[in-house]
Structure formats: structure tokens, C-alpha cells
């Protein structure tokens, strides 16, 4: 449990300066643009890997917390697709989709938490899951209230783009790579 605790920490320490030390992130930004993402990209990469390390290594022996619902894992199922899509252009060029979310990394990993929180009920999961439920709420909370300007649609093939990849990601995971990375099917 302390590596996925400790995960949890880097990764979500990182990400939550712009929340509680703008000032500072902008300054690090502008002193030294490259020095910055460096820093920000290995500490939220080792964050997630002790992240992933430390929660195959705990859900072993994690005790239940809940017994999920039944229609849990079927809504888990219906909840991902639309993250999968979500998170597939959320770099990418803005279209309409992402144009009316504004925000759809942080909905995709909301909608992707709240769906694996239907399917899980280990601590191990629950502390995961809602790890990245909590900030991706609080995280959305802070952007919209930075009251920056909506993306406008430019590219009308971006929303082609990215529902046709967050598709294919979302089938490679149903029926190959989730098993393969977290040795559970969600398929059952």
C-alpha cells in the first residue's frame, strides 16, 4: 500500500501546482519552459508507475470494501467508451466534441474512475479510482474557475479523429491490452 500511496503523491503532486502554486508554476514556466516539463514529466511519470506497481502489488491482498452491483461492470462499460474518446483528442486538434467539453481529458478520467469504481470494491482500487476521481473533480473545479476563453472548433475531421481512435483504443483494452497489463478481462 505505501507505493501506491506514495504514487499517488508524486503523480498527483505535480499536477496539483497549477492548482495551489500558479504563481510559481507560471515562474518555473518562464524561466525555463523545457527545465519545467522535464521536471513535471518525470515526476508524474515515476508517480505513475509507483502508482501502477504499487496497486498490481496491493489489490492482491486488499481487503473489500463493497461488493460492487451487478449492473456495475455493464455500466463501467458503457461509462469507458466515451472516456477512451474523451481522452484520445485531448491533445489533439479542437472539433466540436471538444469544443462543447472544453475540458475532455479531465471528463474522460472522471467518467473512467466513476466507472471502474462501479466494477471495484477492493480498498486497493477504491483508493486508485477515487484518487483520480477526487482530483479530476477538484482539477476541473480550478480550471473553470480560471474563466479562460472556450476552445473554438477549427477542424471539422478532429471529432472523426477522435471518436474513431477513442473507439479502437476502447476495443484493443475490452478485448486484448486491459488483461494483458492488469490480468483482468472486463469482459469476465
Not at 481487503?63 to 489533439?92: C, E, K, S, T
Not at 469504481?117 to 477538484?138: E, H, K, P, R, T
Not at 477542424?155 to 491490452?177: E, N, Q, R, S
Amino acid at each position: 500500500m505505501t507505493i501506491l500511496i506514495l504514487g499517488l503523491v508524486l503523480f498527483f503532486g505535480i499536477h496539483a501546482v497549477r492548482i495551489v502554486a500558479g504563481p510559481f508554476r507560471d515562474a518555473q514556466v518562464a524561466a525555463s519552459p523545457g527545465r519545467w516539463k522535464g521536471l513535471y514529466s518525470l515526476i508524474a511519470a515515476a508517480g505513475l508507475g509507483l502508482i501502477i506497481w504499487g496497486w498490481m502489488q496491493y489489490r492482491l491482498m486488499a481487503p473489500q470494501l463493497y461488493d460492487p452491483p451487478v449492473w456495475g461492470r455493464h455500466l463501467a462499460m458503457v461509462l469507458v467508451l466515451p472516456a477512451f474518446i474523451l481522452l484520445a483528442g485531448a491533445n489533439g486538434p479542437v472539433g466540436r466534441i471538444k469544443a462543447t467539453v472544453r475540458h475532455p481529458m479531465l471528463i474522460g478520467v472522471i467518467l473512467w474512475s466513476i466507472a471502474h469504481l462501479l466494477a471495484n470494491g477492493d480498498q486497493a482500487s477504491v483508493m486508485l479510482f477515487g484518487a483520480f476521481l477526487a482530483f479530476g473533480v477538484i482539477d476541473l473545479i480550478s480550471v473553470l474557475g480560471r474563466r479562460e476563453p472556450a476552445p473554438v472548433a477549427t477542424k471539422p475531421m478532429a471529432d472523426l479523429i477522435m471518436v474513431v481512435a477513442g473507439t479502437v483504443l476502447y476495443a484493443l483494452f475490452v478485448l486484448f491490452l486491459h488483461r494483458v497489463f492488469f490480468g483482468v478481462s472486463p469482459l469476465g
